[in-house]
Nanobody, 127 residues
């Protein structure tokens, strides 16, 4: 396993969770990393992405202002801090590693450009 996602769980609306995605086996420090989510019956969609050095971040409109993506290059780990959670945030969350180093541009939101995936962690927002 090269990407290990963790941190999901059950949280009430308005609550917070922090997801982690740790790399093992090889380093992802030269790659854009993304968090995606997939709700039942829906396609996998971008939540947030961060470029190789953390200097560029992008968010889906639905989470902007509530979620924060970050990375710790010393730990080769990417995080997704999720605040003010809503029931519609319920989904399986996946971290992905882009297939090309030092690439962000117009491909950060497209699953086809990600070559490595974590196993997914379930986030359920419910009272």
């Amino acid at each position: 396993v090269q990407l290990q996602a963790s941190g999901g769980g059950l949280v009430q609306p308005g609550g917070s969770l922090r997801l982690s995605c740790a790399a093992s086996g090889r380093s992802f420090n030269s790659y854009t990393m993304g968090w995606f989510r997939q709700a039942p019956g829906k396609e996998r969609e971008i939540v947030a992405a961060i470029n190789w050095n953390g200097g560029t971040k992008k968010y889906a409109d639905s989470v902007a202002g509530r979620f924060l993506i970050s990375r710790d290059r010393d730990k080769d780990t990417v995080y997704l801090q999720m605040n003010s959670l809503k029931p519609e945030d319920t989904a399986v969350y996946y971290c992905g590693g882009h297939g090309r180093p030092y690439t962000f541009g117009s491909t950060y939101y497209d699953t086809r450009y990600y070559s490595d995936w974590g196993q997914g962690t379930l986030v359920t927002v419910s009272s």
